[in-house]
């Protein structure tokens, strides 16, 4: 699967946009962007995934460059429950071997949000 | 919707006892996946049932069995506990392995700790 390299933290204050990068440089064409998160002591919980349009839903937007080749994952009001390991993974489009359903998760970045 | 669950919570062994993790989800998925999760190592995938009455082996599989129940479970047996197992074990769904963007929905973890 394709690299992502993503900051090892970043705080915030509550109520204030977040935004998370993303680099994916070595992403190829059909390479899914997704975002998940780890809240402490809790499973992986997606939050949202995009291709090549930026996209919105309820939790957060998703800002894809133009090339691809890196995203950021925007938090427009953070809240004290968004503090979290914020996960970007790639997902080829037809993973196959041991690729598999496999989700790769990195490092992921540690948010910090303070009251 | 209870999404994914997972039972038991928390559960301690000694070396050498067996036990099984079970999953359950509601979402009528058709894949089902288990990981674990140990510190600075993120999370492996040790198998996953691309669809009822079919498993396989992810990344980190020895020491580990699978049981596709049924399309709603999927459990994950050790059969000869190790303290390497030590871990947080997750179990994860999705609508169809192999069909993009493969979102999966986590279950809360079952943290074993092996003496």
């Known amino acids: 699967d394709a690299k992502t390299t993503q900051p090892n933290s970043m705080e915030s204050n509550e109520e204030e946009p977040v935004h998370l990068p993303c680099n994916h440089s070595?992403?190829?064409?059909?390479?899914?962007i997704h975002w998940y998160r780890q809240l402490p002591s809790q499973g992986p919980e997606y939050v949202i995934h995009g291709l090549t349009s930026n996209v919105n839903n309820r939790m957060a937007s998703l800002a894809i460059a133009e090339d691809r080749k890196s995203s950021t994952l925007i938090l427009h009001r953070a809240t004290l429950r968004d503090a979290a390991v914020y996960y970007c993974i790639l997902r080829p489009a037809n993973a196959g071997g041991t690729s598999y359903g496999k989700l790769t998760f990195g490092q992921g970045t540690i948010l910090t949000v303070h009251p | 919707n209870a999404g994914v669950t997972q039972t038991p919570k928390f559960q301690v062994l000694k070396t050498g006892q067996s036990m099984t993790l079970q999953c359950a989800q509601d979402m009528n998925h058709n894949s089902m996946y288990w990981y674990r999760q140990d510190p600075g190592m993120g999370l492996r995938l040790i198998y996953y049932s691309a669809s009822e009455g079919t498993t396989d082996k992810g990344e980190v599989p020895n020491g580990y069995n699978v049981s596709r129940l049924n399309k709603r479970e999927f459990s994950l047996r050790l059969e000869s506990a190790a303290p390497s197992q030590t871990s947080v074990y997750f179990c994860a769904s999705s609508e169809q392995a192999g069909r993009p963007p493969e979102t999966q929905y986590f279950g809360p973890g079952t943290r074993l700790l092996v003496l």
């Open positions: 070595t992403i190829s064409g059909t390479d899914y």
